[in-house]
């Protein structure tokens, strides 16, 4: 039976603060975990209390035993058999203020239940250093499966980009229970959309559908839910290595990339880390787009003149300039008005769209938030943030978009000139 990956269960608590979901019965090393099926899990694990699938939050209703779980990802295989255990008991994401000596209490208490399941097995220990990011393991095989505990830190270093001095810091800790023998790839959210054959002269192409309405979309396009974290970029990366059938992690991804839970990234970091990480990551990364300074400082000379002219407030350019902050001060009509008068720009960012649509591969698209409508329900509503453009339509003029936010989010739309209007950065990112 060929593998795959249906459908990852993000377990978060929805029912009364008394009621806990502990999976350590479920993952005692006597039980046969691998003959498990969703329905089973929904009778008997989720028992005590109704629990749901979406944004971990920072629940502590999930657990393994004594040890609260932040992120419980349980994997399913294409015939609704368990494939893989995900359980992050804790990441930076979800607490900024995460400290070193924290992060070794909980990797202990990991640790001792690793152990336990273990039985007095041998562990075996890897460290892996890329630059000032530190990934250590401790792995044991047992009869029917391979329990993993993975822990990430940042030394000790000074930001290429911006010189600031970036101090020692914890960033997750997280345990993998797999299948001893058959491969599990993927890890996160639904299977990787693999090219449906290895001898299409153009495999990602075929992913693409063209429907009755004018739709030209990329189909199965994984999601990964960054939830309340800054974690945009991270997890739109690790959606396209999920699509590209690699293995996948958000919270390995924002360590490499510097992401802040709380402010995001930086475009200009992103890419020197992408560059630096790229073999790594297994990625390519190209930018098509980019507001740039002498570009910002075109739209603004725009801007102000058709501001004058309606008796708006001009827009001044300090001696920083934060993209983010231009945008929020411009009126929402003069924007689109001004963007609308580049053409020749807004034709190659059509261009790039359906060229790269066309081929199958999703665009990470950087824009400000909060300037013009959108469909469907945001969670972020200003801002810098990057998504995934995933079609067009040229009949209504619009383009299809996907947000890292979970279930709802999967397929939207904007008007293309409100889109160019919002645009910071286009990029490819697809395997080397």
Not at 14 to 32: C, I, N, Q, V, Y
Not at 159 to 168: N, W, Y
Request: charged share 30%; hydrophobic share 40%; aromatic share 6%.
């Amino acid at each position: 039976m060929r593998r795959g990956l249906l459908a990852a269960a993000v377990l978060a608590c929805a029912a009364t603060a008394s009621a806990r979901l502990d999976l350590a019965p479920m993952l005692e090393p006597d039980r046969p975990l691998w003959s498990l099926r969703r329905e089973d899990l929904s009778r008997s694990v989720l028992a005590p209390g109704r629990f749901r699938a979406g944004n971990p939050s920072r629940s502590t209703h999930v657990r393994l035993g004594d040890l609260p779980i932040a992120e419980a990802l349980l994997i399913w295989d294409e015939d609704g058999t368990l494939a893989a255990v995900r359980l992050v008991a804790v990441s930076r994401g979800d607490v900024p203020d995460l400290t070193i000596e924290d992060q070794d209490r909980i990797r202990a208490a990991c640790e001792r239940i690793a152990a336990a399941w273990a039985g007095g097995r041998e562990r075996e220990e890897e460290e892996e250093r890329l630059q000032a990011a530190v990934t250590n393991r401790r792995r044991w095989t047992l009869d029917d499966r391979v329990v993993t505990l993975t822990w990430g830190t940042t030394r000790r270093h000074f930001r290429r980009i911006t010189g600031a001095r970036v101090e020692p810091r914890a960033e997750y800790v997280r345990l993998d229970i797999r299948p001893r023998a058959p491969e599990v790839r993927a890890e996160i959210a639904v299977p990787p959309a693999r090219p449906p054959t290895d001898t299409a002269p153009d495999p990602w192409a075929a992913r693409v559908e063209q429907r009755p309405n004018g739709d030209v979309q990329i189909v199965g396009v994984p999601m990964v839910d960054q939830g309340e974290r800054g974690y945009c970029v991270a997890a739109t990366i690790a959606r396209l290595q999920l699509y590209f059938g690699m293995e996948a992690d958000t919270h390995e991804v924002a360590q490499w990339v510097n992401a802040s839970p709380t402010a995001g990234t930086n475009p200009v970091e992103m890419m020197d880390a992408l560059q630096r990480f790229g073999t790594r990551l297994g990625l390519s990364t190209r930018r098509h787009l980019a507001l740039d300074p002498p570009s910002l400082e075109r739209l603004v000379q725009q801007y102000n003149r058709k501001a004058r002219r309606s008796g708006k407030p001009a827009v001044e350019l300090g001696r920083v300039v934060r993209v983010g902050a231009v945008f929020a001060a411009m009126d929402s009509e003069l924007l689109i008005e001004s963007r609308g008068q580049q053409r020749r720009e807004f034709e190659r960012f059509l261009g790039l769209v359906r060229r790269y649509v066309d081929e199958g591969m999703p665009l990470a698209w950087t824009l400000v938030l909060g300037k013009v409508p959108e469909s469907g329900r945001t969670p972020q509503t200003a801002g810098g943030h990057m998504r995934l453009i995933i079609g067009y339509n040229d009949r209504t003029r619009e383009l299809i978009f996907s947000d890292s936010w979970g279930a709802g989010h999967e397929a939207k739309r904007i008007a293309m000139d409100h889109a160019w209007a919002v645009t910071v950065g286009l990029y490819t990112i697809e395997p080397r």
